[in-house]
């Protein structure tokens, strides 16, 4: 695939996402995608993956997710995405009380045979738990 054929995946699988799209996600994966959280942890498989973006934005109904901007080289394409939301339920055993949540997260995605078979993503922890919890 091209430069611009790999970006337009990528436009179409956070496009899918932010619609909560998860049925149309699965069909971007390839069979033997993995999906690294932070540091260099492996979880191999799409289900896997949609299960946890699932579990994250039911927590965050109404979210937004713009893709902001992309830059590609060969077979990889990087992300930086805005994810902006409410809490309206527990999330990873943090209460719901309506905070807002606001944080960047960058994403090193891999196309192999035309679907997406690496994503590593990145973003500070911290400073999500800082948001949603009360400070004192």
Request: glycine share 8%.
């Amino acid at each position: 695939m091209s430069i611009e054929e790999n970006k337009a995946l990528v436009r179409r699988f956070y496009d899918a996402l932010g619609r909560e799209d998860y049925e149309e996600m699965a069909k971007m994966f390839h069979k033997d995608f993995v999906f690294y959280s932070q540091v260099d942890t492996p979880h191999p498989g799409g289900a896997e993956f949609i299960a946890s973006e699932r579990k994250n934005f039911e927590a965050f109904k109404g979210f937004k997710f713009p893709l902001e901007r992309m830059v590609a080289e060969g077979d990889q394409v990087a992300a930086y995405l805005v994810f902006e939301g409410r809490q309206s339920s527990e999330w990873h055993g943090i209460a719901a009380r309506g905070a807002r949540l606001k944080f960047s997260l960058f994403a090193l995605l891999r196309i192999a045979d035309g679907k997406l078979i690496e994503k590593r993503a990145h973003f500070d922890v911290g400073d999500i738990v800082r948001q949603l919890t009360p400070q004192t």
